[in-house]
């Protein structure tokens, strides 16, 4: 599919108010996505799990306005009115009226909440923006004749991908891949779309408990690193890596090759800070403690044969990822060795989830 595909037609229906609520998971990438080109376009093809647990709850209610010459919203997080977030809905509007045409016939009202504590340091933008687009699709849906779920599901990506780059991981489930790579059919830059090829059963119910090492804001954006890497040294061969491990990891996904999966998954987890602590300026978002609890994993990988792994986001939490038979085990090493590096001892404990729901 291109663009223009996305691109409504116009609309034969009409609607004059109503309201949608969609639920929508976060996701936790195993290739990851650093580096972007215009438009929100991906350097490298990324692939993640999605999650089941830590979810953005987003209800949107709306009515036809006298006039249509500006956007007209308010946006609420857990009942409390959030002046501070609407530039950024705002920015998400502009970039995506072109592809929702009804966007400046309504006033909305934004109601979120997420299910995850917001001052965790984990990011809310990849749950916060597909519930969102989730909600403006119910209403196309609503002014469209007939829309496909295939359709849907792309375009909801799509416009997430727009609000925030690895949104567009949180429609489907269990495994997403986005960007466009020679070897998995129909995988794009433009939406994410669900794995298409066989997964080993050593994947079902794959366990992902949240380490909150550093529950404040982030020092770096992600927008301020991914534009880092322009101009970054080692960018080519960081975007050849990514595709590579992806071709991997399809291989690991279909035999169940634990081994080889902690290889690739710890293996960008790092790549992923390298590329951070090698850009101008430089930077760090590791903590010591995040080094602590890499360290304890290691060894508690050697002592048992454990396939417990892990795998960070563009901040200091640990993302300590093992299949679900060693479930009792490994969150026993967690509680007996890993939670002392926890801010006041929390973590979150989740597993690989289904998509996105309407509620
Ligand atoms: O979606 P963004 O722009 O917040 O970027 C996310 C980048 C990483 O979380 C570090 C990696 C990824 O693929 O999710």
Redesign the pocket.
Same mark, same amino acid.
């Given at each position: 599919m291109t663009v223009q595909d996305f691109i409504s037609k116009p609309y034969p229906k009409t609607l004059e108010t109503g309201r949608f609520t969609w639920s929508s998971p976060s996701n936790i &990438?195993l290739v990851?996505?650093?580096g972007k080109k215009e438009h929100q376009i991906p350097e490298n093809s990324?692939l993640?799990f999605t999650l089941n647990q830590c979810k953005t709850i987003t209800s949107l209610s709306f009515f036809k306005k006298e006039t249509d010459e500006d956007f007209s919203f308010e946006i609420y997080l857990d009942g409390d009115k959030k002046e501070d977030f609407k530039p950024k809905i705002e920015t998400f509007f502009k970039r995506i009226e072109v592809y929702l045409p009804f966007l400046k016939t309504y006033h909305f009202k934004i109601e979120t909440s997420n299910t995850f504590p917001h001052s965790s340091g984990i990011?809310s933008?990849?749950s916060g923006m597909s519930a969102l687009a989730l909600c403006l699709m119910s209403i196309e849906r609503e002014l469209l004749e007939d829309v496909s779920e295939e359709f849907f599901n792309k375009k909801a990506s799509f416009l997430a991908r727009l609000g925030?780059?690895? &949104?567009c991981r949180s429609i489907e489930g269990p495994i997403v891949v986005w960007g466009a790579h020679d070897i998995i059919k129909g995988s794009s830059d433009l939406y994410g779309e669900k794995y298409p090829y066989a997964v080993h059963e050593n994947f079902d119910n794959y366990q992902d408990t949240i380490l909150l090492v550093d529950k404040g804001e982030k020092q770096v954006s992600?927008?301020v690193g991914?534009n880092l890497m322009h101009g970054h040294p080692f960018a080519n061969e960081r975007f050849k890596q990514a595709a590579q491990h992806m071709s991997r990891l399809q291989i690991t996904l279909e035999t169940g090759d634990l081994d080889a999966f902690i290889k690739i998954v710890e293996s960008e987890a790092l790549s992923?800070h390298a590329m951070m602590m090698t850009s101008m300026p430089y930077f760090i978002l590791m903590k010591p403690n995040t080094l602590e609890i890499i360290s304890k994993i290691w060894h508690y990988r050697k002592a048992t044969n454990s396939k417990v792994c892990f795998t960070l986001?563009?901040g200091a939490n640990v993302h300590v990822l093992y299949p679900e038979n060693e479930k009792e085990s490994v969150l026993q090493f967690i509680n007996n060795e890993l939670v002392a590096y926890c801010q006041n001892g929390h973590y979150i404990s989740d597993q690989i989830g289904f998509g996105a729901q309407l509620i």
């Open positions: &990438a990851k996505y650093w990324s993640s990011a933008s990849a925030s780059g690895s &949104a992600s927008t991914h992923l986001d563009a």
